[in-house]
């Protein structure tokens, strides 16, 4: 009997050490996201910047924290095989700047508001941070963040982020996908129109 108790004693123990690796594993990731989330809401909502400075210091911290080569060609599907090497470059082009004014149009909403950091899971490969954004002064405004994150040649990136249960990347193909079915799969044209919103 006193041998059963300590093979379940030892047992807890593994378990509880276990759940602690386990829930320090990804603080750098946590970090990575509170830093990023900080920073962007503060470039954003800095008024001393002209718009030009907002611009370029919110692109190079896109640029430096986002895998926007992977995320550009999973939202094109298979319409990236297809294409032509000028159609490549044309298209990454047009991405960069369409994507980043998108991301700075859905974080704007939260200038001025608070990102805490609530947690992180393992995901195959990835590591999903989950955050709140809080609006200062209140408990009852929590808009829900999660973060798909992928280590790659010791860097962490954003590959994904969803609001309130919405992949903005899984949008973001699905528009494509739509656009390009409605326009005779001419990828030209789609970034053309990736080019017009983003001036």
């Known amino acids: 009997m006193t041998k059963i108790i300590f093979h379940i004693y030892v047992l807890l123990l593994c378990i509880s050490f276990n759940l602690t690796v386990l829930a320090s594993n990804f603080t750098e990731e946590e970090n990575f996201v509170t830093s990023f989330a ?65 991301y700075a149009n859905k ?6 508001e608070k990102v805490d950091v609530i947690g992180s899971q393992e995901a195959g490969k990835y590591v999903i941070v989950e955050s709140n954004i809080v609006r200062e002064g209140t408990d009852t405004l929590k ?3 999660k973060w798909r994150l992928l280590s790659k040649d010791n860097q962490i990136k954003i590959i994904d982020l969803n609001i309130e249960g919405i992949s903005l990347v899984i949008a973001q193909r699905e528009e494509f996908l739509s656009f390009l079915a409605n326009n005779d799969y001419d990828l030209d044209k789609l970034i053309e129109k990736l080019v017009s919103v983003s001036d």
């Not at 060609?73 to 032509?84: M, T």
């Not at 974080?107 to 001025?112: E, F, K, P, V």
């Open 107 to 112: 974080l704007d909403q939260y200038a001025g």
């Open 38 to 102: 900080d920073t962007a809401i503060s470039i954003l909502s800095n008024d001393s910047l002209s718009d030009t400075e907002r611009t370029t210091s919110f692109t190079e911290l896109v640029m430096s924290s986002i895998d926007l080569n992977l995320i550009s060609k999973f939202v094109l599907s298979k319409a990236w095989k297809n294409a032509s090497d000028e159609q490549k470059e044309s298209y990454l082009i047009a991405f960069k700047d369409y994507f980043v004014s998108s």
């Open 143 to 145: 808009i829900n963040l």
